[in-house]
């Protein structure tokens, strides 16, 4: 019987199978992943503090009933230690013993890694990311010692977190080398008046700048910053961006390159090997959202389902999880020369990316504003055509 793998169980992993059981109930399937195997919406990690969520509150489903409802077998708490294409044969590192599983078909949905900034001192080890639930249930045991926190980036996710820590009154302070928040997704007038909504709620902003030291200081920790500006502080959470995990693909010979280079069928360099999610490379793109990643899931479980199917990336407005001020962005996927074009008024923010044609390549738009995105959507050119 022919064998499909998935490495991986987080919304790439987990997605994919659900569309493809839609169509394959026969093929045999196997997920594997490094951690406990439990379904939750990675999304949520970012804003789960409001809604006063522990982590395992998060959790929608158990890799058990996962396994039942996918009709698949779950090998969490699992390592994939190599992947020799040739033989379609994966090693991995099971319940603290070695062995090898066969594939027909392989889908690489291990995600990314956060990028961790060259932070000295003797703390600096205690930088912590929120990139998976384990890493969550870890900042809100650190959350129950203290308050005070620094954040290293002021990108979508660094932005999402000050507003949500806002709401449990913690003490914020926002570090970012690039002179303004959200810096590549939206125009300086729109990203100032985020900062001014967050700083309503007690942000500080430390931008133009970064964190150079993290030491200890009795019972708490000393961030040190560029410009020598001191922050006492109970929690340093970095948010500066995730790196597509390329081990794995890069142990099986596949070609890569900011993530794991596959074309618009999302097959890799090998015939039998396919990858979705935060570490592949579409085409020239590489977008850490949500809706990409599901689209992809279904053009791929039809593929690998008999039915061959190219990925179409419509235009993707993200909303950001800033009620402070409701901002939706819709980001110019590819480096092009262009200029904003910013309306301000008492409804909110209407940015939009015009090319040297005019032709409108992307938006932001802020508070009241955020209603015109169905109409601007359709007016933006497909980020994959077909």
């Given at each position: 019987?022919?064998?499909?793998v998935?490495i991986?169980?987080?919304?790439?992993?987990?997605?994919?199978?659900?569309?493809?059981?839609?169509?394959?109930?026969?093929t045999e399937?196997?997920?594997?992943?490094?951690?406990?195997?439990?379904?939750?919406s990675?999304p949520?990690l970012?804003?789960?503090l409001?809604?006063n969520?522990?982590a395992?509150?998060?959790?929608?489903?158990?890799?058990?009933?996962m396994a039942?409802?996918?009709?698949a077998?779950?090998?969490n708490?699992t390592?994939?230690?190599?992947?020799?294409?040739?033989?379609?044969?994966?090693?991995?590192?099971?319940?603290?013993?070695k062995?090898?599983?066969?594939?027909?078909q392989?889908?690489?949905?291990?995600?990314a890694?956060?990028?961790?900034a060259?932070?000295k001192?003797?703390?600096?080890k205690?930088?912590l990311?929120?990139?998976?639930?384990?890493d969550?249930?870890q900042?809100?045991?650190?959350l129950e010692?203290?308050k005070?926190?620094?954040?290293i980036?002021?990108g979508?996710?660094?932005?999402?977190?000050?507003n949500d820590?806002?709401?449990?009154?913690?003490?914020i302070?926002?570090?970012d080398l690039?002179?303004?928040?959200l810096?590549?997704?939206?125009p300086e007038q729109?990203a100032?008046l985020?900062q001014?909504?967050?700083?309503e709620?007690g942000?500080?902003?430390?931008l133009?700048n970064s964190?150079?030291?993290v030491?200890?200081d009795?019972?708490?920790?000393?961030?040190?910053?560029?410009?020598?500006?001191?922050?006492?502080s109970?929690?340093?959470l970095?948010?500066?961006?995730l790196?597509?995990?390329?081990?794995?693909?890069?142990?099986?010979?596949?070609e890569t390159?900011?993530?794991?280079?596959v074309?618009?069928?999302?097959q890799t360099?090998?015939?039998?090997i396919y990858?979705?999610?935060?570490c592949?490379?579409v085409?020239?793109?590489t977008?850490?959202?949500?809706m990409?990643?599901?689209?992809?899931a279904?053009?791929?479980?039809?593929?690998?389902?008999?039915?061959?199917?190219?990925?179409?990336?419509p235009?993707?407005?993200v909303?950001l999880?800033?009620p402070?001020?409701?901002?939706?962005v819709c980001?110019?996927?590819?480096?092009?020369e262009?200029?904003?074009d910013?309306e301000?008024n008492e409804q909110g923010?209407?940015g939009?990316?015009k090319?040297?044609s005019n032709?409108v390549?992307?938006?932001?738009?802020?508070?009241e504003r955020?209603?015109?995105?169905t109409?601007?959507?359709k007016e933006?050119?497909d980020w994959?055509a077909?």
């Open positions: 019987m022919t064998k499909l998935i991986g169980t987080g919304i790439a992993g987990y997605t994919l199978a659900r569309e493809f059981r839609r169509r394959d109930q026969e399937l196997l997920l594997i992943t490094r951690d406990d195997g439990n379904s939750y990675k949520m970012s804003n789960a409001s809604k969520k522990h395992d509150e998060l959790v929608m489903a158990n890799p058990e009933k039942t409802d996918l009709k077998e779950i090998w708490n390592r994939v230690i190599n992947i020799d294409a040739s033989a379609h044969i994966l090693e991995v590192e099971r319940n603290s013993k062995e090898t599983v066969h594939y027909d392989l889908v690489l949905a291990n995600g890694n956060t990028i961790n060259p932070i001192g003797d703390a600096a205690r930088v990311s929120v990139n998976d639930l384990e969550y249930r900042f809100r045991n650190e010692k203290g005070r926190i620094v954040i980036g002021a979508m996710i660094g932005c999402e977190f000050a820590l806002s709401n449990v009154d913690a003490q302070s926002v570090v690039a002179p303004q928040a810096g590549f997704m939206m729109a100032v985020l001014e909504k967050l700083t709620l942000v500080k902003w430390h133009g964190v150079t030291h030491e200890y009795q019972s708490a920790l000393l961030v040190t910053l560029k410009d020598g500006t001191k922050i006492i109970d929690i340093v970095s948010a500066i961006g790196r597509p995990g390329l081990t794995l693909a890069e142990t099986a010979g596949l390159e900011r993530g794991i280079k074309d618009r069928y999302l360099s090998d015939k039998d990858a979705l999610g935060d592949a490379q085409d020239d793109l977008l850490p959202f949500v990409p990643l599901m689209t992809c279904r053009a791929l479980a039809a593929t690998l389902a008999g039915e061959e199917t190219a990925v179409r990336y235009a993707m407005p909303a999880k800033t402070c001020y409701p901002t939706v980001p110019v996927p590819r480096p092009i262009g200029e904003w910013v301000i923010v209407c939009l990316f090319d040297s032709n390549l992307g938006f932001v738009l802020m508070g955020i209603t015109e995105k109409a601007l959507a933006i050119p994959l077909e």
